[in-house]
């Protein structure tokens, strides 16, 4: 568009020098003449170029709208794909929100404590057991009173046999009124609630300490397991209205149970299980030296039999030697038989030959 409006421009000035030249030169008939043919000439030439430039103009402007309709054609189409796409997005969006919060809601239900789906609370401290114990220290769902179908969530096992119940407890709603009432800032609804916390846990450890501790099956004392520091924090922190007594020393006074969280009742497990190895090892120790004493009388026996073999060999010693001196008396008699006028009687320290048999012998055994 520019270019045309400078060629028109360029064109219009070079008519008019034309004619102002025209217009300037030495006034003459001929000239004249000349001058108004020129004129004519120009006046036609500018009419052609008029004409030319307006069709110009009109094919240009012609040209660039459909062009420009082209373009918005073209911008209207790719902003439409990308709202399109746009809204896709949203949508789905929309659709994963939407499924988050039925897992949401699912995770709520499971966390309320509905027994045919389990609780979060029994799986954590499953999870703690099965770290930190060995698999033959514990137990699940063991049944401590046979005349109830009441069964504690684990049981672990100590030595001869002894059980310490453990259980868990999580009331989410009373835990959620707490959170609830600290985001509002309603001190007086977070009193309520915490109170109320409370008293479940009273109650859990009423119904823990009449159905699962039994002594002598198990100890004179059972724990309540919170799955989470923050709710453990809250019990360990709460303090009775008008005696300003502790939550967790009133519940082993009253009940016998002990609170734990995560932290202390790891702490708790580990001690255990060194305690189990000590004792593993003490027991090894003592078959290790039952053993050494059996030895030891072995080797007792075995010396006193070689002194009885010893002092048996001795005795047949003797009875060699004795052997040794009646042969020597038989054969000195059957010399004298055979020369019974010799009157020089045999060396008696001359050796026999069954004399020197029994020697030999003799020599042998020692």
């Excluded at 949508?91 to 994963?96: G, M, V």
């Amino acid at each position: 568009m520019d270019i045309i409006l400078i060629i028109i421009l360029a064109s219009i000035l070079i008519a008019t020098l034309s004619i102002l030249y025209l217009n300037i030169k030495p006034n003459t008939k001929k000239d004249d003449e000349n001058k108004a043919d020129q004129i004519a000439n120009l006046n036609a030439e500018i009419i052609k170029l008029k004409d030319s430039l307006n069709t110009t103009i009109n094919t240009s402007l012609s040209s660039m709208s459909s062009s420009f309709n082209n373009l918005s054609t073209g911008v209207t189409k790719d902003m439409t794909a990308a709202l399109t796409k746009v809204d896709e997005k949203v949508a789905a969006f929309n659709s994963q929100v939407e499924n988050l919060n039925e897992s949401q809601k699912g995770i709520n239900k499971i966390l309320a404590g509905v027994k045919k789906y389990g609780t979060l609370a029994e799986f954590s401290l499953g999870s703690l057991l099965r770290d930190l114990l060995p698999t033959s220290q514990y137990s699940s769902n063991v049944k401590m009173k046979e005349d109830t179908s009441e069964n504690v969530e684990f049981a672990i096992k100590l030595q001869d046999g002894v059980l310490v119940p453990v259980d868990s407890h999580f009331p989410v709603e009373r835990y959620k009124a707490i959170q609830d009432a600290h985001q509002q800032d309603d001190k007086k609804a977070m009193a309520e609630a915490r109170t109320k916390l409370a008293k479940a846990f009273k109650e859990k450890a009423k119904s823990v300490n009449e159905k699962y501790i039994v002594p002598p099956k198990t100890v004179d004392f059972a724990v309540v397991y919170a799955p989470t520091e923050s709710l453990f924090l809250e019990l360990a922190n709460y303090q009775d209205p008008s005696t300003k007594e502790l939550l967790t020393q009133d519940l082993m006074k009253k009940y016998k149970v002990t609170i734990m969280g995560p932290n202390n009742l790891s702490g708790y497990l580990q001690s255990l299980n060194m305690g189990f190895q000590s004792l593993r090892i003490k027991k090894h120790a003592s078959e290790i030296y039952d053993h050494l004493k059996k030895i030891s009388t072995r080797f007792n026996m075995h010396f006193n039999n070689v002194l009885v073999l010893r002092k048996k060999l001795e005795e047949a010693m003797s009875v060699v030697d004795s052997f040794g001196k009646d042969a020597r008396a038989i054969n000195r008699s059957i010399d004298s038989i055979k020369n019974p006028n010799d009157g020089d009687d045999p060396d008696p320290d001359t050796p026999s030959p069954i004399s020197s048999y029994g020697q030999v012998e003799k020599r042998k055994v020692s």
